[in-house]
């Protein structure tokens, strides 16, 4: 896997200075703090009985999440990533990260891992509080992904502090938007997710999708 730091190191190796849009030294990330509440920042509830391990189709990497909407929802997101942006069972970036039991947050909607229902996508390629980024293709492709999501789902690249390879879910339990859209992308009621290649979805570049991703609301 590619990222932009990778090629920079590439670069200052061999004696190259290679300029990157947005590239700045890294920055540290919060101090770590315990999660003690029953539910996690995004409203949902802690627990374990809720959770199955789910493969990410078209890889051979598998992920721990929570049982319905949720993991109907995230799962296309990490698909499609799969797919579009890089592999998510190579190894590289740290692959895939779901649920976990570990308490230790460094940010509030870390606490999202606890409730299975956020997902980490090459983690130690794009950690917390750090100034790596997506290359601008890959954030378009990332933006038409929560088109797709349509508002129920939020990116770490545009919270505080930054985590891009982080997403949860910004829907609440028993959102009604949130059970149309995961009965939408549930690859489980549509065969054509089920075979998916990288150009069988909607073109993230057509300026009409384009257009919609730019007016989702983001969080602030």
Request: proline residues 6%; positive net charge.
């Given at each position: 896997m590619i990222t932009r730091r990778s090629l920079l190191g590439a670069a200052a190796g061999a004696g190259v200075l290679a300029v990157v849009p947005g590239a700045t030294a890294r920055a540290q990330g919060p101090g770590p703090g315990r999660w003690t509440r029953d539910t996690s920042a995004n409203g949902w509830t802690v627990e374990p009985g809720a959770l199955a391990t789910y493969q990410i189709q078209g890889s051979r990497a598998s992920v721990v999440l929570r049982q319905g909407a949720a993991a109907a929802?995230?799962?296309?997101?990490?698909?499609?990533?799969?797919?579009?942006?890089?592999?998510?069972?190579?190894?590289?970036?740290g692959g895939v990260t779901g649920h976990t039991t570990?308490?230790?947050?460094?940010?509030?909607?870390?606490?999202?891992?606890?409730?299975?229902?956020?997902?980490?996508?090459?983690?130690?390629?794009?950690?917390?509080?750090?100034?790596?980024?997506?290359?601008?293709?890959?954030?378009?492709?990332?933006?038409?992904?929560?088109?797709?999501?349509?508002?129920?789902?939020?990116?770490?690249?545009?919270?505080?502090?930054?985590?891009?390879?982080?997403?949860?879910?910004?829907?609440?339990?028993?959102?009604e938007a949130l059970k149309r859209i995961a009965a939408r992308l549930d690859t489980r009621r549509h065969a054509e997710f089920r075979t998916q290649t990288a150009g069988a979805v909607a073109d993230p570049a057509t300026p009409h999708r384009r257009a919609q991703a730019r007016r989702l609301p983001r969080p602030r």
């Amino acid at each position: 896997m590619i990222t932009r730091r990778s090629l920079l190191g590439a670069a200052a190796g061999a004696g190259v200075l290679a300029v990157v849009p947005g590239a700045t030294a890294r920055a540290q990330g919060p101090g770590p703090g315990r999660w003690t509440r029953d539910t996690s920042a995004n409203g949902w509830t802690v627990e374990p009985g809720a959770l199955a391990t789910y493969q990410i189709q078209g890889s051979r990497a598998s992920v721990v999440l929570r049982q319905g909407a949720a993991a109907a929802v995230l799962l296309h997101l990490a698909r499609r990533w799969h797919y579009e942006i890089a592999a998510l069972d190579t190894g590289e970036g740290g692959g895939v990260t779901g649920h976990t039991t570990n308490r230790t947050v460094r940010a509030d909607f870390e606490s999202n891992y606890l409730s299975g229902t956020a997902l980490a996508l090459h983690p130690t390629a794009y950690p917390l509080g750090g100034s790596e980024g997506l290359w601008p293709h890959q954030e378009q492709i990332v933006r038409d992904i929560l088109l797709d999501c349509d508002g129920t789902v939020a990116w770490g690249a545009d919270l505080t502090p930054v985590k891009a390879s982080h997403f949860h879910l910004a829907a609440r339990p028993g959102d009604e938007a949130l059970k149309r859209i995961a009965a939408r992308l549930d690859t489980r009621r549509h065969a054509e997710f089920r075979t998916q290649t990288a150009g069988a979805v909607a073109d993230p570049a057509t300026p009409h999708r384009r257009a919609q991703a730019r007016r989702l609301p983001r969080p602030r």
